[in-house]
C-alpha cells in the first residue's frame, strides 16, 4: 500500500504564495505518476498539476499554468506544489494523488489509485 500525506495548506490573502508538500510511504518505488487536484463544496475534484516519476514531466490545468510549479524529490519520497500569485478562486482542498501503473499524467480522479487526506488552503480577497 502507499500513504499520502499532505501539509502546508492555510490562510493566504490574494497575491500571496504557499508551498505544499506530499510524503509517500510504502510502495514508493511504484508510483510513476503524481499529482495535485482540488476540490470545493459542490464541485468536482479538479486537476491541476502532474508529474512523472522518471523524466519528471510536468502537465498543469490552465487555471493555474504559470503561477504553480509541481515538483517531485524521489530520494525523499515528496511531491511539492509552489503556489504563487494565489487568487480567492484558488480556495479548495487540495488533495495529492499517486497513479502506480502508468507513466501517463492523467487528469481524470478515476485514473489514481492512492490519495492523501487533503489540506485545505483559503484565499482572502
Known amino acids: 500500500q502507499v500513504q499520502l500525506v499532505e501539509s502546508g495548506g492555510g490562510l493566504m490573502q490574494a497575491g500571496g504564495s504557499l508551498r505544499l508538500s506530499c510524503a509517500a510511504s510504502?510502495?514508493?518505488?511504484?508510483?510513476?505518476?503524481m499529482a495535485w487536484f482540488r476540490q470545493t463544496p459542490g464541485k468536482e475534484r479538479e486537476f491541476v498539476a502532474g508529474?512523472?516519476?522518471?523524466?519528471?514531466?510536468?502537465y498543469y490545468a490552465d487555471s493555474v499554468k504559470g503561477r504553480f510549479t509541481i515538483s517531485r524529490d524521489n530520494a525523499k519520497n515528496t511531491v511539492y506544489l509552489q503556489m504563487n500569485s494565489l487568487k480567492p478562486e484558488d480556495t479548495a482542498v487540495y488533495y495529492c494523488?499517486?497513479?502506480?501503473?502508468?507513466?501517463?499524467?492523467?487528469?481524470?480522479?478515476?485514473?489514481?489509485?492512492?490519495w492523501g487526506q487533503g489540506t485545505q488552503v483559503t484565499v482572502s480577497s
Open positions: 494523488a499517486a497513479d502506480s501503473r502508468s507513466l501517463r499524467i492523467g487528469v481524470f480522479r478515476q485514473e489514481y489509485d492512492s
Open positions: 510504502g510502495r514508493t518505488f511504484s508510483l510513476a505518476v
Open positions: 508529474i512523472r516519476r522518471s523524466a519528471g514531466s510536468t
